[in-house]
């Protein structure tokens, strides 16, 4: 596989549930980022890891708890999340951070809280 | 504060130019980044510009004026395939994170 992958596409999930996204990028990249995407609002950056540490935490609510085993994976765990947190979560990827680097994409997971 | 203007729908005919405009107001700036972003799919890179002028790449081309604070993507000759949302960022801030605006949602027609 090639650039930057996500799993699962869709999740549908209760407000009791705990669930994970998982991104993993084949770039050789050394920074990993997860970005919110809601309608008709523009991509909001959650979290940004470079080398496995985290740089960023964007004022994110404790409910997402990202993970960094290594600079090739990165997950986003969730735990009692809100209907407001429905959206598509995209997971990115950049040689370095902070820098001019392109970040690549992935398609994101389409995530549902009922 | 940080602000980045895009119009949020544009409509044009295939075989047609299009201009997307841009306006931003941030705090630092190391360049503007247009990407494209099909209907469920992953936003994809068109162009970097840091320096002012006109970038040119094929069909697409983007503008950059710094002084201004003001960007536009122009595509040319229209396909129906290019009937997508096209979000313009810019890197900036105090950590050089990048700020994205809502997205223009082009739709283009026979």
């Known amino acids: 596989e090639t650039g930057v992958t996500q799993t699962p596409r869709h999740l549908v999930m209760g407000m009791t549930n705990k669930k994970s996204l998982k991104c993993e990028q084949h770039l050789g990249h050394n920074a990993m980022y997860w970005y919110k995407q809601s309608a008709k609002k523009p991509l909001e950056l959650m979290f940004v890891?470079?080398?496995?540490?985290?740089?960023e935490n964007n004022s994110v609510p404790s409910r997402f708890s990202p993970e960094c085993p290594n600079s090739s994976h990165l997950f986003l765990h969730l735990h009692t999340l809100q209907p407001e947190d429905s959206a598509l979560y995209l997971c990115?990827?950049?040689?370095?951070?902070?820098?001019?680097?392109?970040?690549?994409f992935g398609p994101g997971t389409r995530l549902t809280v009922l | 504060g940080q602000n980045i203007d895009q119009p949020t729908e544009m409509t044009a005919t295939e075989g047609a130019i299009v201009q997307i405009n841009c306006t931003y107001q941030?705090?630092?700036?190391?360049?503007l980044f247009w990407y494209q972003q099909h209907a469920g799919e992953a936003p994809t890179f068109l162009s970097y510009n840091v320096l002012d002028g006109l970038e040119e790449k094929g069909r697409f081309s983007s503008f950059l004026s710094r002084s201004k604070g003001y960007s536009y993507l122009l595509l040319k000759e229209l396909q129906m395939k290019d009937s997508a949302s096209y979000l313009c960022a810019v890197l900036g801030g105090a950590t050089n994170k990048l700020i994205f605006g809502t997205g223009t949602l082009l739709a283009v027609q026979p």
């Open positions: 890891y470079n080398f496995k540490e985290q740089t």
């Open positions: 990115a990827s950049s040689q370095d951070f902070p820098s001019t680097d392109t970040q690549y």
């Open positions: 941030t705090s630092g700036f190391n360049g």
